[in-house]
């Protein structure tokens, strides 16, 4: 069973920035592609960044340029670097592995950015 908890979310201004964490309980980060991904109110949970096991990443267009994903495998960790923070970044942030499991989703972290 793999546990990840989601950490370093807050309240920050539009334009600032936060740097979450995803710890895993265990050695997977190095094996598996990761992905963060955010769930909004009423809206759907979606794809924010993606990292490869080889290393290679992908954002969403809403993200590119502004945000950023790298992995610590030594420490089973996975960040999120967010800068130039929107109101609508505003969501709980998640992490997972690519492809999905399920039964992997922690708590997640919640971002608000104010205008």
């Known amino acids: 069973q793999v546990q990840l908890v989601e950490s370093g979310g807050g309240l920050v201004q539009a334009g600032g920035s936060l740097r979450l964490s995803c710890a895993a309980s265990?050695?997977?980060?190095?094996?598996?592609?990761i992905g963060w991904y955010r769930q909004a109110p009423g809206k759907q949970r979606e794809l924010v960044a993606a990292i490869s096991s080889g290393g290679s990443t992908n954002y969403a267009d809403s993200v590119k340029g502004r945000f950023t994903i790298s992995r610590d495998n030594a420490k089973n960790t996975v960040f999120l670097q967010m800068n130039s923070l929107k109101p609508e970044d505003t969501a709980v942030y998640y992490c997972?592995?690519?492809?999905?499991?399920?039964?992997?989703w922690g708590q997640g972290t919640q971002v608000t950015v104010s205008s």
């Open positions: 265990r050695s997977i980060f190095s094996i598996n592609a």
């Open positions: 997972n592995v690519r492809p999905l499991r399920l039964d992997y």
